[in-house]
């Protein structure tokens, strides 16, 4: 009989060591009205970010679940206990377990990828060629994000991103990098946003990594001069459309991710590239939001 049980809520050696060390430093990175900003701090919190991106992948989204995400109704992989988990929790909604996770994000530092199996992004993209030429600079991975329908506002937005920025500044990574999703696997039907990021936000070459030449989809489908830039803005998904407004590029080629039902690029956005007026919204400390 096979078995479902998730591997992912087993504390690693040393799990229980970093959330305490987490719980110690970091227990809030920002406040918005009742929404709080900060990382989790215990395994049961992990549960939480998974059951969330489980009810909007899986429930609201066209993801296929597998039968044990089904039976635990929670995405999770192997990757959710290595990384740090980013969530945003609404104080005037609680549950027994304490107020609800309403946004999420997952972080994957440069050093815990290399102790273990690597970036996710890995999977998609040869993000090994970009972090080699860059030796000297240290890289996030960004992933799995996502927001209650309710909350899809610029407030619970903002408050993810101020807890984003505090976390970066406060361990000096250097580069984001991470997958984004469009809605889709028929790339025909995506041809304009696909087209616009090749020809519009495209890495210059010392940022460029590529798809894995057995999943890539090549991007460039309309030839630049035919393309509307205002329509093919319109077209694009709003994390997308807040990466490039930050400063970020895009990698050289997409992939179809069929489990979860959408066709993804690759994000590259060095720290030095951020839009100054957003590092002055933010604060150069991250102090905007702060507790």
């Known amino acids: 009989m096979p078995s479902f049980v998730d591997e992912t809520a087993r504390p690693r050696r040393g799990e229980n060591n970093r959330f305490k060390a987490l ?16 990382l989790a701090s215990s395994a049961a919190d992990i549960r939480r970010a998974q059951r969330l ?20 109704q929670r995405d999770s992989d192997a990757f959710d206990a290595i990384c740090d988990h ?34 996710y992004t890995a999977n998609e993209f040869d ?55 469009l809605d889709g696997i028929d790339p025909y039907a995506l041809s304009l946003p696909l087209s616009f990021l090749h020809h519009f936000a495209q890495a210059p070459e010392i940022w460029r990594a590529q798809a894995k030449p057995e999943r890539r989809i090549d991007m460039n489908r309309m030839s630049r ?13 709003p994390l ?10 895009v990698g050289d080629g997409a992939v179809i991710d069929y489990q979860f039902g959408t066709t993804d690029v690759l994000i590259v956005l060095p720290v030095s590239a951020i839009n100054a007026r957003y590092i002055e919204h933010f604060g150069v400390e991250a102090d905007r939001h702060a507790a």
């Not at 005037?92 to 050093?111: C, E, F, I, K, M």
């Not at 997308?240 to 590029?249: E, H």
């Open 23 to 38: 719980a110690g430093e970091t227990a809030t990175l920002g406040r918005l009205g009742t929404l709080e900003v900060r």
């Open 127 to 181: 993000v090994g060629a970009l972090v080699s030429r860059h030796r000297h600079l240290k890289f996030l991975e960004l992933g799995r994000s996502c927001v209650l329908l309710p909350y899809r506002n610029k407030r619970t937005v903002e408050l993810l991103w101020h807890g984003i920025w505090a976390y970066v500044v406060r361990n000096k990574f250097d580069v984001l990098l991470g997958c984004a999703s």
């Open 225 to 237: 001069a035919s393309i509307d830039q205002r329509a093919a803005l319109r077209t694009l998904p």
């Open 86 to 119: 980013l969530l945003v929790v609404d104080h005037a909604h609680r549950t027994p377990l304490g107020p609800s996770v309403v946004g999420t994000y997952r972080l994957l530092r440069q050093d815990v990828a290399d102790a273990h199996d690597g970036f």
């Open 53 to 72: 991106r489980y009810r909007v992948f899986f429930e609201e989204g066209e993801a296929s679940a597998t039968i044990g995400a089904r039976i635990l």
């Open 240 to 249: 997308v459309k807040g990466y490039l407004r930050l400063g970020a590029f």
